[in-house]
């Protein structure tokens, strides 16, 4: 799976209907279209080579393991955000203190998922925004040290400054999203950040209210 994932051209158009699928009625977050989301994200990334290996990898990893939830025994528990947390929580399946029975719990496993969604979120729309000579390995940078690097080890946090410096120009990101011209992906990043902004601010909440921010 994780291959495939790898191998197909990325979208942004994808990505947009993905995640607008993302949000029940009332405010809900699919699991599903969550996951499918993560995996034109992870398309992205990888367009532009090495670069985000580092977050890309694991980002694999983290979707092959709430597709397994979804798609098991108790899948009906893990449709979506809300309904996955509350079965965790009430059947003792999360390590609330240190990393223990359930190391890849899916409360644990999506957490690491939405903190790296935060970081996407930030750079794409200083992407969005940007001048058309905007550095992007400051607006990389930038995005990272206000999200994950606050959760990375010290020699990740340098490795990852070392990789933003490697980063293509701003057309380059433009072309890799598969839009047309630059004011079309512009467009496009207008209307699918609010969507993703959207299903972060309520994943936060959601985790905040249940004090599940920082599980280890």
């Known amino acids: 799976m994780a291959n495939s994932v790898e191998e197909q051209k990325f979208s942004l158009k994808e ?6 699928l993302c949000l029940s009625e009332n405010k809900e977050v699919y699991i599903e279209h969550y996951v499918e989301g993560w995996r034109g994200l992870v398309r992205f990334m990888n367009s532009l080579g090495s670069v985000f290996s580092f977050i890309s990898k694991d ?3 983290k979707i092959e393991i709430l597709a397994k ?17 509350k079965y965790e929580l009430d059947n003792g399946l999360v390590d609330l203190a240190k990393r223990d029975k359930y190391p890849e719990s899916g409360c644990r496993t999506l957490l690491r998922l939405h903190r790296a969604l935060r970081w ?11 001048s058309e000579d905007g550095k992007t390995s400051v607006m990389c940078s930038e995005a990272y040290n206000e999200s994950l690097a606050q959760h990375h080890a010290w020699i990740i946090r340098k490795a990852a400054g070392m990789a933003f ?10 072309e890799v999203m598969n839009v047309g011209t630059s004011e079309q992906v512009v467009s496009m990043l207008g ?16 985790y905040a209210q249940h004090e599940l921010l920082q599980l280890p």
């Open 120 to 130: 996407l979120e930030l750079f794409l729309e200083r992407l969005r925004t940007s």
């Open 165 to 174: 410096c490697a980063l293509p120009g701003r057309q380059t990101f433009f």
């Open 15 to 20: 990505v947009l209907d993905t995640f607008s």
């Open 69 to 85: 939830f979804f798609n098991g025994e108790n899948g009906t528990h893990y449709s979506t955000i809300q309904s996955m947390v």
């Open 191 to 206: 209307d699918a950040l609010p969507l993703i902004s959207e299903v972060y601010d309520i994943t936060e909440k959601l």
């Open 59 to 61: 980002a694999v990893n």
